[in-house]
């Protein structure tokens, strides 16, 4: 039986959940032609924007389920975890110092460099690097195909962050794009996690 418990299956599902769905009724709110292509995920909850409670639910939801995923994730090694929890902390904070119309908010974009760089790292951190001072029955080493997916997972997430880091800082013309690639990518791959330890049986009883 897995160790880690099924609500952490809520909170993993909930996250692109919150996201897509925030996003895309978010945008179909908006009366001035926004277009998901040029401009970003927090456009959507600035100061001044249409409906900008609905990103602001969304965002704010996703922060609050990668807390929830990285306390129940319990299958992953502490530096993993700790960074997820980090990703959900920061998404909570830019919600709490939103984007404003004459100019990005400094504690936003603090915030949303957090996130994303937590976001995009913690999978190459969640696996244990060596058995714990137990049994061998309770606690094996990971296999290598599992530690070999995480670095993986880390991987592709950094080379999407680039992708929208590089489209951000040179006013690109693809810059909710890459955005939108980017934040996806990271709320879905704590689910693939919460799916792979599920299905890894957990620590066994006495005798």
């Given at each position: 039986m897995s160790a880690v418990p099924r609500w952490t299956l809520l909170s993993a599902g909930g996250a692109p959940l919150f996201l897509v769905g925030g996003w895309t009724l978010a945008q179909a709110a908006q009366s001035d032609g926004f277009d998901p292509v040029r401009q970003t995920i927090s456009a959507l909850a600035a100061t001044g924007a249409d409906h900008r409670w609905i990103m602001t639910v969304g965002l704010a939801g996703l922060g609050l389920c990668h807390l929830v995923t990285a306390l129940g994730l319990v299958s992953a090694a502490p530096a993993g975890r700790a960074l997820l929890a980090l990703g959900g902390l920061a998404t909570v904070v830019l919600?709490?110092?939103?984007?404003?119309?004459?100019?990005?908010?400094?504690?936003?974009?603090?915030?949303?460099?957090?996130?994303?760089?937590?976001?995009?790292?913690?999978?190459?951190l969640a696996v244990h690097r060596r058995a714990r001072p137990f049994s061998d029955r309770e606690h094996r080493h990971p296999p290598a195909s599992v530690r070999g997916l995480a670095l993986a997972a880390a991987a592709v997430l950094l080379g999407l962050v680039g992708w929208f880091a590089?489209?951000?800082?040179?006013d690109g013309a693809w810059i909710g794009l890459t955005e939108r690639l980017a934040a996806a990518a990271e709320a879905c791959v704590p689910l693939a996690a919460v799916l792979v330890s599920r299905r890894r049986p957990g620590p066994s009883g006495p005798g």
């Open positions: 919600v709490a110092f939103p984007q404003r119309p004459a100019g990005d908010s400094t504690t936003h974009a603090v915030a949303a460099g957090v996130a994303f760089g937590a976001l995009a790292v913690w999978p190459a590089v489209e951000f800082f040179t």
